[in-house]
């Protein structure tokens, strides 16, 4: 036996396509989804690639399938509505070699705009979907989904969340299997999804389906338990953690597939039980469709369709325990915040003093929606920040967004982005895009795209040219301003919204967490010219705060020496200092 | 061995997950069945974290649940306040004896709790150190950590040379020097 390592639950989804020889990866980084592409990198023998979208991701993987090789896009969920339209019709022509599709759901929202299941969508899109509860399930049933989706010719989509994805748990080893490549055969009535073929495969969609039903019910990676038969339990996924935690004597029916669900199984399983609970985070998907067949189940009665579970939570819930707790502390919160030195800060600070709305987006810069900025009005999804000022020019007139933006960074801008800056070209809108510049995708944690000359492999590659780009699809004013020259961008950003054109503005600068070496120069505040007026606090830069005595003073542990400060200050009573 | 549950908790951008990655290669080394469960993405960005570690001979959930934590480690003062619950009876909390507001008090929207030490004795027992003063004597005040790492290990049934293998195991190559010093201060100061 080889030896059992720690591996986070995305590294394991990656070994678990490493072992199952598959060959093509493709993802757009997305918390909690990332780590799966920057495991599967670090082996031999899979090409694997950043994609400037979800939607590019699984065509590539599908493309990958098609030509006879097992191929995987991950992503997570709110990825997946981008690659929707792929999705479902990969679901009719199916696959020569074996398609996976990772979904990583956010239960609690720790890193997204919303809390939608994975499991609806795929059931729309008569998709399989496998639930593993840790790592090493995590690795077995990505190797389990490879197999299943060739025997069914279907893709498989493995549901992750992010307590699974971003948890550690050991893992055994095994080594990659040899997969000889499929041939291609052309075959239009497969692979051409026009009316009179689709009508076809959508029929062997439905057989698909009935014959998963049935032969799910004797898939390994479903487990029952059966202890006392009075409280019965239908889980999967990381829940069953908790219900081994707090229900131990329960009896457990622990399913590995969640889609289609395994009829038969699940009905035996009601029937040997006195009561039945069924233990699902987000919604009631296996609990709609057993209730529909006639079997009595307690379910989002007495559970919450938002958040993630607990074994306190079913302690409560089911055993009726009180747990006597010492309460939590009433305390101030501490919620996320652009970093110390962040470039959006500056950039923010300049549109907070023009009083300028922000159509916002998705990435760190979010965070400008809350005090002390205040300038981010709006977030949707990824790219929505072009589009919908472009819609509310169209609504209101072009006065009415001359103290609008939108704001949306650079990976976000080419992934998604693009197509709304082309719209509003096209059809003729006036308003001004702030490109947030950072040469990489932040949020995330550093990964590279398209504008930013590496792939996924660190390999050396083209640069987008942003402001070509722009140029290119017909732009008329593009100007690039370096995000921390305060002056020049408040005179841009005037002359960009006050213009009957449309503008874009690229501000840039790198994100602060880029450059990974010491910090050579800092900011101090000298007290005798400080007037304690309080610009350099404005725009919230969490190393400047005010003592008891209301001394203004840097933080030396966190100050990146980024100047923004010095900039605001009037007085001249912040100045750097070499450090180091 | 009933399971052992420790928390990390502190600041995004602290290195908590440095640090619980040390204790899941120490555990791991030493044969226990280990979870650990992170926080990425947003919440990292200068939000709250919080990091759980459970070993055993079998562990089912990868979170600590309230009430139910042996070993609090803090490297921040509020947030140490904040996760205090989380903590056993007889729970042990390891703090670094650090402030740093968050935005809500920086911006005079809140008050950060001037009792907190006193709130934490009150309830259990607590070991604190000023590790940034220390880390800074050593050169680099990145290495805090580690010296609260020590001080904590003291509470451990680990030697001090498993630490040692394992930081040396686990640190970028250019900082084992430091970070195993670090350790040192904390293990030598944990009683």
Redesign the interface.
Known sequence: MSD???M?GNEAFARGAYEAGCKVSAAYPG??S??ISEAIVKYDGIYSEWSPNEKVALEVAIGASISGVRALASMKHVGLNVAADPLFTASYTGVNGGLVVIVADDPGL??SQNEQDTRAIARAAKIPVLEPA?SQEAKEFVKFAFELSEKYDTPVIVRSTT?LS?????VELNERLDIEDKPYVRDIAKYVMMPGNAKQRHLVVESRELALIKDSCDFPINKVEYKDSKIGVITSG?PY??V??ALPEASVLKLGIVNPLPRKLIEEFASRVETLYIIEELDPVIEEQVKSWGINAIGKDILTVQGEY???MLRRAIKGEN?S?????E?????????PGCPHRSVYSVLKKLKIHGAGDIG?Y??GA???LGVVDTTICMGASISSLHGMEKAKGKEYIKNWVAVIGDSTFLHTGINSLINMVYNKSTGTVLILDNSTTG???HQDHAATGKTLKGEDTYAVDLEALCKAVGVPNVYVVDAFDINLLEKTVKEAVASDELAVIIAKAPCALLDKSPVTKQYTVNQENCKKCGQC?KP?C?A???TENSEIVI?D??CNGCGLCESLCKFNAICSIKVR | METKNIMIVGVGGQGTLLTSRILGGLTIQAGYDVKLSEVHGMAQRGGSVVTFVRYGKKVYEPIVEEGQADILIAFEKLEALRYAHFLKKDGVIILNDQRIDPMPVVIGAAKYPSDIIENLSSNHRIYRINAIDEAKKLGNSKVFNMIVLGMAAKHMNFSKEEWLNVIEKTVPPKTIDINKRAFEIGYGLGE
Do not use: F, W
């Open positions: 059992k390592v720690l986070l918390t909690p990332t780590e720790y890193s840790d307590r971003h948890s550690q748990g050991l990381i953690q908790y081994k935690e607990s074994a306190n747990i707790l010492l309460p939590a502390a305390l101030p919160n501490r919620p996320p915040i652009l970093c760190c979010t965070l809350v005090a002390p949020m995330t944690g606090m919230g969490p400047i705060t005010k933080n542990t966190m």
